[in-house]
C-alpha cells in the first residue's frame, strides 16, 4: 500500500532561524510531489511541485525553496524565516498518471516567533 | 483559471439527517474531481474520485455526482453522524496537471 509521511507535526522556529520540513512516500515509484500552505480562510495554496528527482516548479516566488534528492523524498527548506511564513504546511503525492488520486501528509504546524 | 467555490462556508445539521454539500468550477475542462475531508490541525483524507468521463461515484454512506456540462459536483452523505464533523473540500484538476481547491464546508453533525 501507499503511504505518506511528513515530519515534524509542530514546530516553533524564531524569526531568521532556517527551516527543513521532510516529506517521503512509500509504496510508489516516480510519483508527483507537492508542498502547499494552508492558511485559515484562504484554502490551499501550492507552493512547489516535482516531476521527478531534481525537479522543482515553483508557484509562488517566497522565501522558500524545495528540493528533491531522491524519488520519493521532498524537502522544503528556507534559510532565514519570516513571520509570514507561519502556517500549517502540508505535502503531498499522486501517481503521476492520468486522473491519479491526490493523497496528503498529516502536516505541520510552523509557528515563527 | 479556474475557480472552485463552496457555498455555505458552514453548515450544522442534526445527527441522521442527510448532508449535501456543493462544489462548483468555472471552467469545465477538467480531467476529474476529488472530494477530501480533513479535521482540526490534520491533513487532508481522500474520499472519493470522480474522474470527467463518470456521474457519480460512491463509497458507503457517501457518493459524489458530478456534473461537468454545469460545473458542478454535489456530495451527499447519508444519515450523518457526530463523526462526519469536519470540513469537506473539493478540488478540480485540470490544464497541465494543475489542481484548483475550493476553501471548504466546516460541517457540524449535532448530536
Known amino acids: 500500500s501507499q503511504t505518506i509521511h511528513q515530519w515534524p507535526a509542530t514546530l516553533v522556529q524564531p524569526v531568521g532561524s532556517p527551516l527543513s520540513l521532510e516529506c517521503t512516500v512509500e509504496g510508489t515509484s516516480n510519483p508527483n510531489l507537492y508542498w502547499y500552505r494552508q492558511a485559515a480562510g484562504r484554502g490551499l495554496q501550492l507552493l512547489f511541485y516535482s516531476v521527478g528527482i531534481g525537479q522543482i516548479s515553483s508557484e509562488v516566488p517566497q522565501n522558500l525553496s524545495a528540493s528533491r534528492p531522491q524519488d520519493r523524498q521532498f524537502i522544503l527548506s528556507s534559510k532565514k524565516l519570516l513571520l509570514s511564513d507561519s502556517g500549517f504546511y502540508l505535502c503531498?503525492?499522486?501517481?503521476?498518471?492520468?486522473?491519479?488520486?491526490?493523497?496528503f501528509g498529516n502536516g505541520t504546524r510552523l509557528t515563527v516567533t | 483559471k479556474q475557480e472552485v467555490t463552496q457555498i455555505p462556508a458552514a453548515l450544522s445539521v442534526p445527527e441522521g439527517e442527510n448532508l449535501v454539500l456543493n462544489c462548483s468550477f468555472t471552467?469545465?475542462?477538467?480531467?476529474?474531481l476529488q472530494w477530501f475531508r480533513q479535521d482540526p490541525g490534520k491533513g487532508l483524507t481522500s474520499l472519493l474520485l470522480?474522474?470527467?468521463?463518470?456521474r457519480e461515484q460512491t463509497s458507503g454512506r457517501l457518493n459524489a455526482s458530478l456534473d461537468k456540462s454545469s460545473g458542478r459536483s454535489t456530495l451527499y452523505i447519508a444519515a450523518s453522524q457526530p463523526g462526519d464533523s469536519a470540513t469537506y473540500l473539493c478540488a478540480v484538476r485540470y490544464g497541465n496537471n494543475r489542481l484548483a481547491f475550493g476553501k471548504g464546508n466546516q460541517v457540524v453533525v449535532i448530536p
Open positions: 470522480i474522474q470527467s468521463s463518470q
Open positions: 471552467d469545465s475542462a477538467i480531467y476529474n
Open positions: 503531498a503525492y499522486d501517481r503521476g498518471q492520468g486522473g491519479s488520486p491526490l493523497h
